[in-house]
């Protein structure tokens, strides 16, 4: 990466905003799985008459709790993205300021690898969604 001329402060300023627009995307991704559920449990069932089902969700239920399976990984991949740029941006200026092209070139190629899913903490242990 030659020839590197950055305003840090600015690459601060611009972080810092989109770490605020992320977090406006974390929060849409919080009411999105809400109001998918509340969707799915709101559709309500078929009343095919005899026995009685166990599950509270009918066809549009099904649906629905099928999309949000299948568009799962793409926000995953979405919210990783996301955080590998703002980290490798972060980084590659800290080692600019630094006086470390070496380093803020290697953070920046870093930040364009593409993120492992499976490497992504999950709601059930306490981190992440």
Do not use: C
């Amino acid at each position: 990466m030659p020839d590197w001329d950055i305003d840090p402060l600015g690459v601060q300023r611009v972080l810092g905003e989109t770490v605020d627009a992320a977090d406006d995307l974390q929060e849409w991704g919080t009411a999105y799985q809400a109001s998918l559920r509340s969707a799915a449990e709101s559709a309500g069932t078929l009343d095919m008459g005899g026995a009685q089902r166990e599950s509270a969700a009918g066809l549009v239920g099904a649906a629905l709790a099928e999309f949000a399976e299948k568009t799962a990984a793409d926000l995953q991949y979405i919210a990783a993205r996301a955080g590998a740029s703002l980290n490798g941006a972060s980084q590659a200026t800290v080692e600019y300021v630094n006086g470390d092209m070496a380093m803020a070139e290697e953070a920046q190629r870093n930040a364009l690898r593409e993120p492992d899913l499976e490497e992504l903490p999950t709601g059930e242990d306490g981190g992440g969604n």
